[in-house]
Structures are given as C-alpha cells and as structure tokens.
C-alpha cells in the first residue's frame, strides 16, 4: 500500500469513525459519484467493520447527468423518483447514517436551461422534504465530505497536469479534513473543543446584532433574543455525535427573520448545482432578499431565490 493508499483508507475511516460514527447494526447511505468508486468502497469497508448492517450506494455520474439536462423535457425535471425518496424517508426514520460524498466538476451543467435545473431542485426539495428535516434537526447521523475529481481539480490547478491537479486537490482535501494527521480522531475531538469555546462565548455575550462591513459589503444582521449558537459537532436524536461536515470550521446561529439589512458580496465562486455563481451580491430589507447581481451565473443565483416563498429570506 502506498502512501497516497494508505491515507485514502485513514480518509474513509475518519469518515465513518467521526462524520458519521457508525453504530453496530446500523444502516449507512453513500450518495457518491461513480469518480469516487475508489474512496465509496473504502467507506463501505470500514463502515461493515464498525458493524454496519447494511451499506446502501446511490451513484451519479456527471456525463449520465448532463445528457439528461441536454435531452430530457421539461417535465421530467418538475418530477423526482418516488421510490429514492421513499427509501431515504424510510432508512432516516429507522435511524440510518448518511454519508454524502461530493466531487462533481464545479461547470458540470453550464449553459443548461437554468429552468430546468430550477425544477429539479424544487421537485427534490418536495419529494425530499421528510428526510431532510430528519437531516436538518439532526434527528439522524450525517455528515458531507469531498473526494477529488479531475475537472474539480483542474479548475483549482489550471496549470497542471491533470495527474498533478487531482494528487494537489487530495492532498488539500487530506489536509482540511484533518486525515493526514497520525490520530484524526484525537485532532477532530480537539478542533471540536476550541470551537465549542468560541461558542460559549457568543452565548455568554448574547449579542443583539451583528454588523459585517467590508468591501462591497455592508450588512446587519438582528438576532431573535433567544438565539443560540452552536458549532462542530452534534447529537443525533439516538444520543450519537457526529461531525456533519468535514472540513468545518463554523459556529453560527439564526438570524431575526425580518431582522436582515443591506448588502453582502462574495469574496469566492461558489459552486451550485453544476455551475459556478461568481462575484454577486445579495441585498436585503427587512430580513428578505429584494436584489441579485452576479457577473457570473446570476439567472442561476435568481432562481435559486425564487424558488418559493422561503427562499427570498
């Protein structure tokens, strides 16, 4: 085994052991691209070796997915498999783990129809709606990581090869996740420590409002009275920590609905279903979103906005 070997297999075992935190007869869902076989059957190892019941694999694959954009109508889009919905409703309420593994090329779907990926991602939301608020409250154990791919590589490493792009990006991918490290375990209880520091902190100040003032941003943020910030890990409703994201480095809240005020600007490309959204700018009054601009990818940033009601705040 190789070095490059050996730290993909303390990857997926960190993956298991701290993402998800695998339980003796529980079920484990992988959601990956057919790109990450390699890393998706390490996890699955590792995870029958913590004594994973079952290990349940939902492949995508970036080309299938883009032919269907090119291709399919409309209505296919404003529809979503009852039966994928169905099993991810029915393993969350049996108490199920998932792992959700993400390595797409950040340009999979440019210059696709932006109302048909609209609509696929309303028809998801729906049909998705009772898993996800299993996920959201952490009802269930989850977590999201990512693996390397080429065309996600050489859009961070244009320079390289893509050999040279793709052993750049796992190494970074190594590196945030904490799995190059000799005990990832001991460095994730660590990481979630100090963050839990910061967290008594910000509760023990009860701030009222927040203020971020920086170029092209100058927003208020009003936070309800009773708010409480969390941050790293959590607790799934059968008393299991996990860590839902690897890397984070995040503590947050939730913001006054009606309390949100002025205008915030990315300072990264952000990468959303398939596309790249850059340099944009979001304006708000009284808590709800009244203005988009992006030099790139803004008809994708509007719909996402405009999906419902909800998602103008």
């Known amino acids: 085994m190789n070095s490059f070997e050996k ?49 349940h694999i939902r492949w ?19 529809q979503f498999p009852e039966w994928e919905a169905q099993m991810m409703e029915t393993i969350a309420k049996r ?26 991602q309303k028809a998801a ?11 959201q409250s952490d009802k269930v154990a989850w977590t999201v990581v990512g693996a390397a791919s080429k065309d996600w590589a050489k859009k961070i490493f244009p320079d390289q090869t893509d050999e040279e792009a793709v052993a750049l990006l796992w190494d970074q991918i190594f590196k945030v996740a904490r799995a190059d490290q000799a005990d990832p375990v001991e460095a994730w ?23 971020y003032d920086a ?11 009773q708010h ?10 059968r008393g299991v920590s996990f860590m839902a994201n690897m890397p984070t480095e995040e503590v947050f809240t939730v913001p006054k609905k009606d309390g949100v005020n002025g205008t915030v600007s990315s300072t990264k490309p952000l990468s959303y279903a398939g596309n790249i959204i850059d340099e944009f700018t979001l304006t708000f009054e009284n808590g709800r979103i009244v203005d988009v601009k992006a030099k790139e990818g803004e008809d994708i940033l509007t719909s996402l906005v405009e999906t419902d009601e909800g998602s103008h705040y």
């Open 7 to 55: 730290q993909l297999d303390q990857y997926a075992k960190t993956i298991v052991e701290v993402g998800v935190n695998v339980q003796k007869e529980q079920e484990v869902v992988v959601s990956a691209s057919t790109e990450s076989a390699d890393l998706v059957r390490l996890v699955a190892k590792h995870a029958y070796e913590r004594g994973a019941k079952n290990v």
């Open 60 to 78: 995508s694959d970036g080309v299938l997915a883009r032919l269907k954009y090119e291709h399919a109508p409309q209505d296919v889009f404003e």
């Open 95 to 120: 108490g199920g783990a998932f792992i959700t593994i993400l390595s797409e090329s950040p340009d999979l779907l440019r210059g696709i129809d932006s109302k048909k990926i609209a609509a696929q």
């Open 125 to 135: 939301g729906s049909a998705l709606h009772t898993y996800r608020q299993y996920v």
């Open 189 to 211: 209880k660590k990481h979630d420590e100090l963050l839990n520091e910061k967290v008594k902190i910000l509760n023990e100040r009860h701030y009222h409002k927040l203020h």
């Open 215 to 225: 170029p092209g941003t100058d927003l208020t943020i009003e936070l309800p009275e």
């Open 228 to 237: 409480i910030w969390v941050g790293a890990g959590s607790v799934s409703e």
